[in-house]
């Protein structure tokens, strides 16, 4: 190919390389703990095994598309401690604002493996490979995370700073889904 050929192949294509839009990165909040074990006691039991997890899911659709958050489905059962650990670190006063101000928060139950595990097929995950797992969606249904959706589920070996940095990795900027 010609010099000239490249340097103005290379020019059409710069307008196509600043017209995607950049990926804005969300600060994490800094976490107040270091340890796990500095987590507040009782660990919160937060799924609700009585909960309609169908209507939860779509209440917080419509406030993300009203919003412009994303949606947070939080799968896991009580059973789970790696579910409390996190449950645990999403309720500390710097993590949790964080959350609200980001995400529709979703948490789903699953029992024993037992309940709502007809939800995650809707956004591609035919199977949960483990407790906790989180997807990150769209208002428009879309799956953010594919890849790591069960990361979550070795909390225990997480550091609470970890757990806020991979929160923060999925979420949109304020107003923007």
């Known amino acids: 190919m010609r010099p000239y050929l490249l340097l103005s192949a290379g020019l059409l294509a710069l307008p196509l390389l600043t017209a995607a839009p ?3 990165q969300v600060t994490a909040p800094t976490v107040s703990i270091t ?3 500095s987590l507040p006691q009782p660990l919160p039991l937060p ?3 009585q909960a309609d997890a169908d209507a939860d899911v779509t209440r917080a659709f ?8 994303r949606v947070m ?9 790696d579910c409390r650990i996190l449950a645990g ?4 006063p710097e993590v949790k604002g964080f959350l609200d ?3 529709e928060l979703v948490k789903i139950d699953v029992g024993r493996f037992s309940r709502n595990l007809h939800i995650p097929p809707r956004y591609g995950v035919e199977k949960l490979r483990g407790v906790p797992s989180v997807l990150i969606v769209t208002a428009e249904g879309d799956l953010v995370n594919a890849t790591d959706s069960a990361e979550l589920a070795k909390a225990r070996s997480m550091t ?3 757990i806020a940095d991979w929160l923060a990795r999925y979420a949109a900027p304020a107003g923007r889904g």
Not at 62 to 69: C, L, M, V
């Open 35 to 37: 340890d796990i074990g």
């Open 62 to 69: 419509e406030r993300a598309k009203a919003s412009g958050k």
């Open 160 to 162: 609470p700073q970890s």
């Open 89 to 92: 670190i999403m309720e500390l």
């Open 101 to 103: 101000t980001h995400y």
């Open 22 to 24: 950049a990926m804005a």
């Open 47 to 49: 799924y609700d095994e």
């Open 73 to 81: 489905l939080n799968f896991g059962g009580d059973w789970c401690p």
